[in-house]
């Protein structure tokens, strides 16, 4: 069917709804709010599947069931709620006409009450018999045609109430998601952490190296960003006393879009203090077992054609081991210089910035040639402290930091650090991103003098991480884009957009 005869015929359906919608309104019936509702179609298959034709006409067990027609079979209708789905018969030889006649003006898309008795088809299918009925809401357009549903990709991420509507994996996906959340709090409150909140909009864009999103205050005169991290804030309450405090929350970086970045995301950032990096190295290990075990009732996740066992133990080694590891031919010396560095680089064809120190063309080796190959769950450690402004530096080595990342499926899962709570050596490492961000690096942060002065009353020893929500909801879901675990996640303009 083309696209022009497919929307003429859309838009006929459309006029034709709003004729019915037209009609309701001038018998005053239309959008009414007087049914409620006192089952659900999963409860009812649940509690009712088991019984004979004969057990359930004797019962005469009247519901009240609401729902999206979503199928018109002759005298059967097949509803959607939030649980699941019901079909609804309407006996068209025993009812009243005046049901028989309301009932036929329906359309598929339409949201109805329905009440009677829990019956059961020759077949062993369970319908509620129409005893009366309500048309709650017109729906005006029709929903994607039955057989092939939304299957347009972008359209599904646009449209995100019609693809919950019309696929079951969707509704599925987010009903996980849910219950990956409710897991993690679950497991960090058993362990004694609080859970807090802290500013979105910042006075300084800290806790992270990323591009930040300014926004305006009226009344305060000022330029605030949107937080890329709650990190700063939430080591000032461990200063404070709370030892143990976490946050689910929404972080925002003014960067790319890809299938492993929204501007707009979910992390779970932990913080606890008298512990350090392998502590949390553990936790992470028990904590992410454990929400996996209790959402899927396995350890072993398939992932794409891979498949991962949780259950085993997460193999660790220091980013330069890594980095030789997977990159054959290159020596140790060839990573302990900048010289050396830059012309491994240079053979890679790594792009490498003039103001680059040593660090930070490792890890751009490091992310380039390494990441995607981290398959298993890998913890990868000592991330050189040119890219770790925020991380404790190591006893034996004070090039590197006591800091790790998780990676599985190729992708990074979570970072964590033993703490910097030296207020002197934090202090020059926000000098050194400041300057960073003078010579044109806009992720550099910015020096934040308040939480020096935090850290000059003192903060204990500590360790904290960021979790990944999203990334881990692919991990648990099976799902290849993060568009497919975030319910409206940011879109390119569609062409005739305008803004606003």
Not at 12 to 26: F, N, T
Not at 139 to 165: A, C, T
Not at 237 to 245: A, F, K, S
Not at 485 to 496: A, D, K, Y
Request: include cysteine.
């Amino acid at each position: 069917m083309s696209d022009k005869k497919s929307f003429h015929d859309e838009s006929r359906l459309v006029a034709q709804r709003r004729a019915k919608l037209e009609s309701l309104r001038l018998k005053g019936v239309a959008f009414p709010n007087r049914f409620r509702r006192d089952s659900y179609a999963q409860d009812l298959q649940e509690n009712f599947h088991g019984r004979s034709r004969d057990e359930l006409v004797e019962s005469n067990h009247c519901v009240a069931v609401g729902g999206r027609i979503m199928a018109i079979r002759s005298s059967f209708l097949v509803l959607q709620d939030m649980t699941g789905r019901i079909q609804a018969y309407i006996d068209r030889k025993n009812s009243e006409e005046s049901l028989v006649n309301d009932t036929d003006t329906w359309d598929v898309g339409d949201i109805v009450g329905i009440t009677g008795p829990v019956q059961k088809s020759k077949k062993g299918d369970l319908y509620v018999r129409v005893q009366s009925a309500v048309l709650l809401t017109k729906s005006l357009r029709p929903l994607p045609e039955k057989f092939h549903g939304l299957v347009n990709q972008e359209q599904r991420y646009r449209q995100r109430y019609v693809d919950l509507m019309m696929n079951a994996d969707t509704r599925s996906v987010f009903r996980r998601r849910t219950e990956i959340l409710q897991c993690l709090r679950r497991f960090l409150v058993d362990r004694r952490f609080v859970e807090v909140e802290t500013p979105m909009m910042q006075s300084i864009a800290g806790g992270a190296t990323a591009r930040p999103f300014k926004t305006y205050h009226n009344a305060l005169g000022r330029t605030l960003y949107m937080r890329v991290a709650p990190e700063l804030y939430l080591k000032r309450l461990v200063v404070g006393g709370m030892e143990r405090v976490f946050e689910i929350n929404r972080n925002f970086r003014n960067e790319g879009l890809s299938p492993q970045h929204n501007p707009e995301f979910t992390m779970l950032e932990f913080y606890q203090a008298y512990s350090d990096f392998h502590d949390l190295m553990g936790l992470t290990e028990e904590m992410i077992r454990w929400v996996c075990y209790e959402v899927l009732g396995t350890t072993s996740v398939q992932y794409g054609d891979e498949s991962y066992d949780l259950a085993d133990p997460f193999p660790r080694m220091t980013m330069k081991e890594s980095i030789l590891h997977f990159n054959t031919g290159i020596v140790e010396e060839d990573l302990d210089t900048l010289e050396g560095a830059r012309s491994l680089a240079e053979e890679l064809c790594i792009p490498i910035e003039s103001s680059y120190r040593l660090g930070k063309v490792q890890a751009e080796i490091f992310e380039k040639t390494v990441e995607g190959k981290l398959r298993n769950p890998t913890f990868i450690t000592a991330f050189p402290c040119d890219v770790s402004p925020l991380a404790r530096r190591n006893d034996h080595d004070p090039f590197v930091t006591d800091r790790f990342e998780l990676f599985v499926g190729g992708r990074e899962i979570a970072n964590g650090f033993s703490e910097l709570n030296d207020p002197e050596d934090q202090a020059e490492r926000f000098r050194l991103q400041a300057a960073e961000k003078q010579t044109g690096d806009n992720e550099a942060m910015s020096y934040d003098a308040d939480y020096i002065r935090a850290l000059e009353y003192g903060l204990p020893p500590a360790a904290g991480e960021g979790i990944g929500v999203d990334r881990l909801v692919m991990l648990l879901t099976g799902s290849n884009n993060i568009r497919d675990v975030i319910l409206f996640p940011q879109m390119r303009p569609e062409s005739g957009d305008h803004e606003r």
